[in-house]
Structure formats: structure tokens, C-alpha cells
């Protein structure tokens, strides 16, 4: 009934999340959480050289990227999907909460690493009207109540407060004259870069950009 796929599992739920654990009392290594990330990197690749599908749309019409960006904060798992062809331009239905494109998940979650790549780097989310719709979403951004006691939420719900300050100022960054200035040398980046260069494997949304930059 809900569509959820194994990827859509992995991405969200698989390994341990840092969400789940930092600021608790049990002190997970670094390394360990470093190591877990690998694991469920080599898994989404596992999946997807066997015919798991990019852009798999559970109930609420939501991918795998956007199911990321929900339960962690990756951006070597955002590069990954973008290079085996996830669109980004993709919007869960409006029932949901948040809804809209992936970086409206990754505002919203307070995802900032995956968000500044994810800006930084796809010339079809950084313009105008998605930068404002994400900025929307951050804003609207709240802190919910993990179970544990009363320090370890507090430090939770802090942290979850200095992401969400975060991707604010960092999506503002992106608008008005600064935004324009960014967008112009992010398409300029993009028309200088070779055909086997790698953000051209990224998707298949090559011709939409080159457009995009003709009609600025």
C-alpha cells in the first residue's frame, strides 16, 4: 500500500543515523558512524546495480532522495543518486509535511551539507522560485520530541535549532543579486565542463540546464 521500496528503506532508516544518537548518553565512535555510512553506501550501490529504481515513488509520490534527506544528512549518498540519474526536480504530493522537491526536504530537515551541494551544484534547484519555496519549508521547521531524557533532548532540540539558522542563511544567500551572481557562474561552471566530466554523468537533465543558461 505504501510503495516504500528497499531503497527508499535504506536511505532513510539504514545504519545508524547521527540524528538517533548524538547528544544521547551512549557515546558512538566516529569512526563507527563513519564506517556504518560506507556500509549503507555500498549497499544503495548494491541496489541500484541490481535494478533498484532512482526515482522510485512510494505512496506520497516521494523518491529515495527525498527519503535521504528526511532520516540523514550525506552528501556522498545525495552524489551517489544524482549519478545513477534521480531528478531532482521530482515533488511528493501535497498532502505531505514538508512537500515539494528534495530541496525542500533537505531545508526543512535542516540537511545542510546535502544542501549546500545540492545548491551549489544543480543549476535547476538553485533558481529563484525553488530557493524560495525551500526557504518556506525551513522556516516552518520545528523541533519534534525524541524519546530519551530531559539533557539529551535538550541538546537535540539545539542542535536541530543551529541547522535550522543555518539553512535559512544559507538559502538567502542564494537570492536576490548575490543569488543572480551565484547561478551566473554555476552555469558558466557547468558549459566549461567536458562530457566525461562527472556532474554531466550526474543525471539526465544535461539539455534542461544548457537551456536554462541560453535564456538568462
Same mark, same amino acid.
Given at each position: 500500500?505504501?510503495?516504500r ?8 532508516? =539504514? ?22 555510512e560506507?556500509?549503507v553506501?555500498a ?12 526515482d522510485a515513488?512510494?505512496?506520497?509520490? *516521494? ?8 532520516g ?25 509535511? !514538508?512537500? =515539494? ?8 530537515? =535542516?540537511?545542510?551539507k546535502?544542501l ?23 522556516n516552518?521547521?520545528?523541533?519534534? *520530541?525524541? !524519546?530519551?531524557?530531559?539533557?539529551? &533532548?535538550?541538546?537535540?532540540?539545539r542542535?536541530? *535549532? ?14 536576490? &543579486? ?12 557547468i ?7 562527472w556532474?554531466r ?16
Open positions: 500500500f505504501l510503495k521500496t528497499a531503497l527508499h528503506t535504506l536511505c532513510e532508516e =539504514g545504519g545508524i543515523t547521527k540524528d538517533n544518537w548524538e547528544g544521547s548518553a551512549i557515546a558512538i565512535p566516529q569512526a563507527d558512524l563513519d564506517a556504518t560506507q556500509d553506501l549497499t544503495m550501490r548494491f541496489l541500484l546495480d541490481n535494478g533498484a529504481t532512482v515513488k512510494n505512496h506520497w509520490k *516521494e523518491t529515495p532522495l527525498m527519503r535521504l534527506l528526511t540523514r544528512d550525506c552528501p556522498l549518498m545525495v552524489q551517489e543518486l544524482y549519478s545513477r540519474g534521480a531528478d531532482s526536480r521530482l515533488k511528493s504530493i501535497k498532502d505531505l509535511y !514538508p512537500h =515539494g522537491t528534495a530541496l525542500c526536504y533537505a531545508a526543512h530537515y =535542516g540537511r545542510v546535502s549546500k551541494w545540492m545548491i551549489e551544484n544543480d543549476l535547476l534547484l538553485s533558481d529563484e522560485a525553488n530557493i524560495k519555496d525551500a526557504l518556506r519549508w525551513a516552518r521547521s520545528h523541533n519534534s *520530541e525524541p !524519546p530519551g531524557g530531559a539533557k539529551w &533532548n535538550a541538546t537535540i532540540a542542535r536541530k *535549532e543551529e541547522h535550522k539558522v543555518e539553512a535559512i542563511r544559507l538559502l538567502k544567500s542564494w537570492l536576490g &543579486n548575490s543569488g543572480t551572481t551565484k547561478r551566473k557562474a554555476l552555469a558558466k561552471e558549459s566549461t565542463q567536458s562530457e566525461e566530466d556532474w554523468r550526474m543525471s539526465g537533465i544535461v539539455e534542461d540546464v544548457q537551456n536554462k543558461m541560453e535564456s538568462e
